[in-house]
């Protein structure tokens, strides 16, 4: 049994969307939040639990849920921070050759591991991943997970045309293979499988068929695909596929669409599209610093919203430059202003943590500090070197003279300055990362 000191902030609900209410913000500062040895939360209390718990006193520093990163790319690491190129460029030049290696199972699992000790040590504890093509990534990605306890969505990736040799299944293959990856992985310790479309432009009506009845023939599968990132991959799927109305249309008439699939980017879309998300519950993954490091686009939240369609926030590494899912708020906050919307952190940090909880179905185990949650959760220090240690002193009162400011103040300093280096320590179901299994 476990018991952490620190400041705990959580949601108990999603807050306003405009405007900085606290309805639906929990905040408990210098509470111990108490962890049963099954891993799970078992409350939190403001008086030291005493002897029989293994202690961890981070007062003055933050707690919150660990994030989730809904759309990430496990094998590009290789690539992040790649210069020069759009999307479509960007695959060919830097991409696909660097996917190609991990058809080497070596290259697989050290890749896996790597990049799961990323995310943990970025504060990110859940996220639905893109391996590559072959069964190999996948095998070791979910490995990689079960040894860490993690909470992962994934699954192979399909593309039976417009890619490299070396980087192509086909269809009685890829079915083989997803259905052999499901059997051994859906619903195993907190692992789920996702049907993984890479995007429409590199599977053929026949794979995105077999991709459509893999969801029917096993209810509870999820779905990860790209969808309206750039404007030439659009014109390119309207020029593959004539006959659907749009991009988003293409993945709907082979049944792709339902509450579990997660559809990366979202930029390009119309009103009808939107409406659609609405209907079959899909969610669109933001992810603002690959939207603006590939220059694809402004994702139109507001849209969203008013629509009636989830969104989460995603990292989308390596088109996107970080793994850190606070830099990846302050983008989003960024592109949103670029819109004429100012988020609040509290919006911000919701999406992240339990709004994306929500959207996966997810919410009973993960993204808050509920009794009987999987205990998924990372300290933070509020501030690192200047400004920021200026800029929170400043926000809680600590300098002479000065009142303190409200919370939102301090919360949004933190997630606008804050990394990875921010980041304390993290627990996976209660066991702290680095300690081993
Ligand atoms: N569209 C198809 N594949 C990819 C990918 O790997 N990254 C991004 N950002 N978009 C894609
Ligand atoms: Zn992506």
Not at 131 to 158: D, I, N, Q, W
Not at 306 to 325: I, N, W
Not at 354 to 362: C, P, V
Request: net charge negative.
């Amino acid at each position: 049994m476990i018991a952490i000191r620190a400041d705990l902030l959580d949601f108990t609900a999603a807050p306003p969307w405009q405007g900085p209410g606290l309805e639906g913000v929990r905040w408990r500062p210098d509470h111990w939040l108490l962890v049963g040895d099954d891993g799970r939360i078992q409350g939190a209390q403001i008086e030291d639990p005493g002897p029989g718990w293994e202690r961890h006193d981070h007062r003055g520093r933050l707690l919150t849920a660990g994030f989730i990163d809904t759309h990430v790319h496990a094998p590009q690491l290789d690539v992040i921070a790649s210069h020069g190129a759009g999307l479509l460029e960007w695959l060919e030049t830097y991409t696909f050759p660097a996917e190609r290696r991990h058809a080497d199972p070596a290259v697989a699992a050290a890749a896996a591991a790597r990049f799961l000790e990323a995310l943990l040590a970025h504060g990110t504890t859940a996220a639905v991943v893109f391996p590559t093509v072959h069964r190999a990534s996948a095998e070791a990605l979910f490995e990689a997970a079960a040894a860490r306890g993690m909470r992962l969505v994934a699954g192979k990736v399909l593309m039976d045309r417009h890619a490299p040799d070396g980087l192509r299944d086909d269809v009685d293959g890829a079915e083989r293979d997803c259905e052999a990856l499901i059997a051994r992985w859906h619903g195993r310790d907190r692992l789920a499988y996702a049907v993984t479309v890479r995007f429409a432009v590199t599977s053929t009506p026949a794979q995105l068929a077999m991709a459509g009845a893999l969801l029917e023939r096993h209810p509870g599968l999820y779905m990860q695909t790209h969808v309206a990132e750039n404007r030439d991959e659009v014109r390119w799927v309207g020029e593959l596929f004539p006959q659907a109305r749009s991009y988003l249309d293409v993945y709907h008439r082979h049944g792709l669409l339902n509450e579990r699939a997660v559809l990366a980017h979202g930029i390009w879309l119309d009103a009808h599209d939107r409406a659609l998300l609405r209907d079959t519950g899909a969610q669109i993954a933001f992810c603002p610093s690959s939207n603006l490091f590939l220059g694809s686009g402004l994702f139109d939240w507001q849209a969203g919203v008013d629509a009636g369609h989830r969104v989460s926030l995603a990292t989308d590494v390596g088109g996107g430059t970080s793994l850190s899912m606070l830099r990846t708020l302050a983008e989003g906050y960024k592109v949103q202003a670029l819109r004429g919307l100012r988020l609040s952190a509290w919006t911000l940090l919701h999406a992240a943590t339990r709004g994306a909880a929500e959207s996966l179905g997810l919410a009973h185990e993960i993204g808050h500090l509920e009794a009987g949650a999987a205990a998924d959760v990372v300290v933070w220090d509020w501030a690192v070197g200047e400004p920021a240690t200026h800029r929170d002193a400043l926000a809680r009162g600590a300098l002479p003279g000065l009142a303190a400011q409200d919370l939102h103040a301090r919360v949004f300093a933190w997630l606008m300055l804050g990394d990875e280096r921010n980041r304390v320590a993290t627990w996976v179901a209660g066991r702290l990362h680095g300690t081993g299994p």
